[in-house]
Every structure is written in structure tokens, then in C-alpha cells.
């Protein structure tokens, strides 16, 4: 059993900057950023692997977003700068056997944490 509290999350200005954290209890092999803005599906932001250190990131975020973890915290960052309307979304981390984008392959997952970018 996996569990995974984010936190981190609020309203900031467009070109601002927030850095969301999951603090992580049970083993796991990779995790994985999303996030769901109203109306729209799913989406996976980054991962990151706890063993190779493989890291992925869709194309919206890639140069914006840094995806990173402190294993003796137990914790896994993302880094988000300049931020823009369209990241305005609920995010969440999850637990999984592979380090990907697709969320079928995560079986544990966060409550979220709410990001609004507005001016």
C-alpha cells in the first residue's frame, strides 16, 4: 500500500512560479504528475523513476516544469515557472510500476492539490 499527500498548490500570477511537493509512504517504483482541468481529461505532466532516474515531460510543460525527488525525505517536487492560464488545473501525484506518461499504469494516487494561474 502506497500513500501520497500533495501539497503546494495556489493561486499565482501568470509568468509566476509554484513548487508542488508529494510526500510518499510505501515503496513504490515510479511517480507520476498529472492533472485535470475542469472539463478536460487527464493529463500526465511528468514522472520521474525512483531507480534509473528516467524523467519524462509532455511537450506543454517541457523547459517550465522540473520534476525531481529527495529520497531520504521520501518526497517527489515539481518545479513549475512560468506558469500560464492554461496550467490552471487540479494536480496530482501517483504511485506506479513504470515510469510513464499514461496514468493506467499508476495504482495509487493523491487527493490533489488545486493550481489557478490568473491574473
Known amino acids: 500500500q502506497v500513500q501520497l499527500v500533495e501539497s503546494g498548490g495556489g493561486l499565482v500570477q501568470p509568468g509566476g512560479s509554484l513548487r508542488l511537493s508529494c510526500a510518499i509512504s510505501?515503496?513504490?517504483?515510479?511517480i507520476g504528475w498529472f492533472r485535470q482541468a475542469p472539463g478536460k481529461e487527464r493529463e500526465g505532466v511528468s514522472t520521474?523513476?525512483?531507480?534509473?532516474?528516467?524523467?519524462f515531460y509532455a511537450d506543454s510543460v517541457k523547459g517550465r516544469f522540473t520534476i525531481s525527488n529527495d529520497n531520504a525525505k521520501n518526497t517527489v517536487y515539481l518545479q513549475m515557472n512560468s506558469l500560464e492560464p492554461e496550467d490552471t488545473a487540479v494536480y496530482y501525484c501517483a504511485a506506479g510500476a513504470r515510469a510513464t506518461l499514461m496514468s493506467q499504469w499508476y495504482d495509487y494516487w493523491g487527493q490533489g492539490t488545486q493550481v489557478t494561474v490568473s491574473s
Open positions: 510505501g515503496d513504490y517504483y515510479a
Open positions: 520521474i523513476s525512483r531507480s534509473t532516474g528516467n524523467i
